[in-house]
């Protein structure tokens, strides 16, 4: 949690996103875990009393806007819902000549360890995100 919160002060995120919830379905323990911590993070981050050895004149607390779990449709099973925050993620980034998704395939094919890859692709991609902790408010 330490770690988790230490990122938090130094990075200052406005969002948080997890890509696993918090009651299981998304795998094994340390995709739960993950989101958990991230989770528990958002409160503990802003609270000056937790890890209160972290803080120095660069670092401060600091309190996260929202935490939102990119849901998905995958295995038989579709957490998203039409009433979630929608995103297309599929735009094409010319600095780098590659699209979000070509981007999030070369990342998955350099999982060496779990055996998979996975082709890029580009255009329209649309992601669901539902909040789990902070304001709902997408402004």
């Known amino acids: ?26 795998g094994h323990g340390h995709h739960t875990a993950s989101a958990i911590l991230a989770n528990e993070a958002f409160e503990a981050a802003a609270n000056p009393n937790r890890f209160p050895e972290q803080l120095s004149n660069l670092i401060h ?16 099973t579709n957490t998203t819902a039409a009433d979630q925050y929608k995103m297309d993620v599929g735009g094409f980034n010319p600095l ?12 998955r ?3 060496k360890s779990q055996g998979f890859g996975s082709a890029g ?19």
């Open 61 to 76: 607390p600091w309190q996260v806007k929202r935490v939102l779990w990119n849901t998905f449709n995958f295995g038989g």
């Open 121 to 139: 692709s580009r255009g329209e991609q649309y992601e669901f995100f539902r909040t789990t902790k902070g304001s709902a408010s997408v402004k």
């Open 1 to 26: 949690m330490s770690d988790v919160v230490w990122i938090i002060r130094m990075f200052q995120p406005d969002v948080i996103v997890t890509r696993f919830p918090t009651t299981g379905e998304g």
């Open 109 to 111: 094919s350099n999982h």
């Open 96 to 107: 780098l000549g590659k699209s979000y998704g070509e981007i999030a395939a070369i990342s």
